[in-house]
């Protein structure tokens, strides 16, 4: 069967998240949204949705099709460069804070549901040169952070989207 592709708003108390749905229509991606409440213990008002797969275009589309003939009932991020569409699942989604850091280079930060997921998003960025070796080390920093370095973290680790990301003044946002 093949999936379809939903934009979700969340409206609830706090700042309402956006975020992707893949199911095989409106009425279950609208039961995730209630599953993964219900399992986090969190509350929300009501869910706007709206199905986007047939309206994408050109380099919105990477890794779409794809996704959407095998991808399991879940959420998605959108393209990520290089890669496309990723679907990630899980019981309760939860997806995690990333540090890749290279030897002698600046530290990455990468929000990803495992730390594959985010050696490929990080990997895909990278311009190598012949012969190019990279040494690099990936370590969970979800928990690291204490609260007053946590600005827009919970919110962008609750949905996503799988991307880079880095931290400033007014707290943790999308690179891209």
């Given at each position: ?5 939903f ?17 095989p229509?409106?009425?279950r991606?609208?039961?995730l949204i209630r ?5 986090i ?26 996704m959407l003939?095998?991808a ?6 959108p393209p ?8 990630h ?15 002698n280079?600046?530290e990455?930060?990468i929000?990803a ?25 990936i370590f ?7 609260e ?12 996503g ?8 003044e ?7």
């Amino acid at each position: 069967m093949k999936m379809q592709l939903f934009e979700v708003r969340i409206v609830r108390e706090d700042e309402p998240p956006f975020t992707y749905v893949v199911a095989p229509s409106e009425a279950r991606a609208v039961e995730l949204i209630r599953e993964h409440h219900q399992r986090i213990g969190r509350d929300y008002d009501s869910v706007e949705i709206c199905r986007i797969d047939d309206t994408l275009v050109g380099d919105e589309r990477t890794g779409l099709d794809d996704m959407l003939d095998s991808a399991p009932v879940g959420f998605a991020s959108p393209p990520a460069p290089g890669i496309g569409w990723l679907a990630h699942t899980a019981t309760v989604h939860r997806l995690r804070l990333y540090r890749i850091e290279e030897q002698n280079r600046a530290e990455i930060f990468i929000i990803a549901p495992n730390p594959d997921i985010a050696a490929s998003v990080w990997a895909s960025a990278l311009e190598l040169i012949d012969d190019d070796i990279r040494l690099y080390r990936i370590f969970d920093e979800t928990e690291q952070h204490a609260e007053d370095h946590r600005g827009g973290l919970d919110a962008l680790l609750e949905f996503g989207p799988i991307s880079r990301i880095h931290y400033s003044e007014g707290g943790w946002k999308l690179i891209g």
